[in-house]
């Protein structure tokens, strides 16, 4: 375990208390969070490509959550399943909420007493990474967990810290992955840097299926992917502290010369993105390295996925192609011109595929004259995250032009989606577009004013996503490969199973 690297669990279910009220199903006695977490470490350590990888903790679950003696709930379950999975590079800690937040009274922000989430608070400031542990109320998390983020954002607490999430609900469509997006996105918007629970399906989280305690215990999917997301937490963790930790010097030296920034406009309207994306980077103070590749895709023609059989599989992929090749969607015009001659993609991979970090740039708005390439381009890039992930440990970020008082769904949708890919979601930037010629025209003086207003911070979120993708990238240079298969989860034809890639 490393020294430096520690990872939180944070429960926040309600009925993880004992002896309040008949009419509660809560657990049937108290165990401290040490000897909780004492349990865990003394396990045999397993990463999720192991062929038993659940057999260590299913079965330390089980005895947990044991009718005759439960001293955990479901989504307490699920967070210990994760700090499992981080032990293996991290210290670990495990931190109920009840514990500073009270058993039976209100957990509205109005009532809380500050003072007694003083020592989570400690905690928080030692912590590299934090995995949030819910159950799922109406599609969201506990009240518990809601005055935790509140508590945390207020403090600043989250502010570069690597966050993952995992949640149980009775159902299977529970709304586990809704609670979960939430919580990313929110803490994303706090400065944290977020991961969902990597392979072998990289989603948003743990996502647990269980009513009455103990019924996560059987569920071994809600297991396998909240021990993911710990694991995911504690690499990205140990990754940034390297990052954080390196002189500019030793980071100047590993960092890949150039270090690439791809942005790539995929919805716009008129070139406003472009030029917003153009002029932002003039503003730029960043390091000589550094180069920005602007691809618009918005200037190409991106034929639509046709959903093959082929994409899940690589060494298929291979078969069709030919053994080597670095583009491997079956769209490709080698194999039939006639069809594929129009579509753009295959002579942009490169520039898709050549980078350090990206940027995906896009314009939320539904009037005319909209471009938009997005969501054919986002299902394209199939082949890429089923290649043993390619954009693996990238850092990326949304860069969204919005007008004023516009409601914008694209930064959330550039991180789910996106997030898929296994890469290292970084803060939004936003950049507010203010048209002079609208239902109330402006003067050009006054329109170059209130864009001003509204993007003081841009150019800054763009430059510390530069910095910290660059440092970033710099410590995956000067770290162990990572061993990556893509499994493919959901699907009869499994020759993509038997591939292995190393990837930084």
């Given at each position: 375990m490393s020294d430096n690297n520690l990872v939180l669990g944070i429960a926040g279910s309600i009925r993880n208390r004992a002896g309040i009220d008949d009419a509660v199903e809560g657990v049937d006695r108290n165990v401290s969070t040490e000897t909780l977490v004492k349990g865990i470490e003394q396990l045999e350590h397993r990463d999720i490509y192991h062929e038993e990888f659940l057999g260590e903790i299913k079965p330390h679950i089980q005895g947990l959550t044991d009718g005759n003696d439960q001293v955990i709930t479901n989504s307490d379950a699920l967070t210990l399943a994760a700090l499992y999975g981080a032990k293996g590079a991290a210290d670990i800690e495990f931190h109920k909420l009840t514990s500073y937040l009270g058993l039976d009274e209100s957990y509205a922000d109005m009532h809380i007493d500050r003072d007694r989430m003083e020592p989570l608070a400690d905690a928080l400031q030692r912590a590299d990474g934090i995995v949030l542990g819910t159950p799922v109320y109406f599609g969201d998390r506990s009240s518990l967990m809601h005055t935790f983020l509140n508590f945390a954002a207020d403090r600043d607490l989250l502010q570069d810290k690597v966050v993952g999430t995992v949640s149980c609900g009775s159902k299977r469509n529970g709304g586990q992955e809704t609670a979960n997006v939430y919580a990313l996105f929110e803490s994303l918007d706090h400065g944290a840097y977020i991961v969902g629970n990597g392979p072998k399906t990289c989603q948003y989280g743990g996502t647990g299926w269980g009513g009455d305690i103990g019924d996560v215990a059987t569920d071994d999917f809600g297991l396998e992917t909240s021990m993911g997301t710990g694991l995911r937490v504690s690499g990205v963790a140990q990754l940034r502290n390297a990052a954080e930790g390196a002189e500019e010097s030793r980071v100047a030296e590993a960092t890949p010369d150039p270090f690439t920034v791809g942005v790539l406009i995929t919805r716009d309207k008129n070139g406003e993105v472009r030029s917003s994306v153009e002029r932002t980077i003039s503003r730029i103070d960043h390091a000589e390295d550094v180069e920005f590749n602007v691809v618009d895709f918005t200037e190409s023609y991106v034929q639509a996925c046709i959903g093959c059989d082929v994409c899940p599989t690589p060494a298929k992929v291979e078969d069709v192609t030919g053994e080597g090749k670095d583009y491997k969607c079956i769209i490709d015009d080698d194999l039939d011109e006639d069809r594929w001659t129009e579509d753009d993609l295959q002579d942009l991979h490169s520039q898709l595929m050549g980078n350090d970090a990206l940027v995906i740039a896009a314009y939320d708005g539904d009037e005319d004259g909209i471009t938009d390439t997005y969501q054919t381009l986002?299902?394209?890039?199939?082949?890429?995250?089923?290649?043993?992930?390619?954009?693996?440990?990238?850092?990326?970020?949304?860069?969204?032009?919005?007008?004023?008082?516009?409601?914008?769904?694209?930064?959330?949708?550039?991180?789910?989606?996106?997030?898929?890919?296994?890469?290292?979601?970084?803060?939004?930037?936003?950049?507010?577009?203010?048209?002079?010629?609208?239902?109330?025209?402006?003067?050009?003086?006054?329109?170059?004013?209130?864009?001003?207003?509204?993007?003081?911070?841009?150019?800054?979120?763009?430059?510390?996503?530069?910095?910290?993708?660059?440092?970033?990238?710099?410590?995956?240079?000067?770290?162990?490969?990572?061993?990556?298969?893509?499994k493919a989860t959901g699907y009869q034809n499994k020759i993509l199973d038997q591939t292995v890639s190393s990837r930084t």
């Open positions: 986002l299902e394209r890039t199939r082949y890429i995250r089923r290649d043993d992930w390619r954009l693996h440990n990238l850092p990326l970020a949304a860069y969204v032009v919005r007008t004023p008082q516009k409601s914008s769904t694209y930064p959330m949708k550039i991180m789910t989606s996106w997030m898929r890919h296994n890469t290292i979601i970084n803060p939004p930037i936003i950049h507010t577009s203010v048209d002079a010629t609208g239902e109330t025209p402006l003067d050009d003086e006054t329109a170059a004013e209130l864009e001003a207003h509204y993007n003081e911070g841009a150019t800054e979120q763009f430059a510390d996503f530069v910095a910290r993708a660059r440092r970033l990238r710099a410590a995956a240079e000067t770290t162990d490969a990572d061993e990556l298969s893509y």
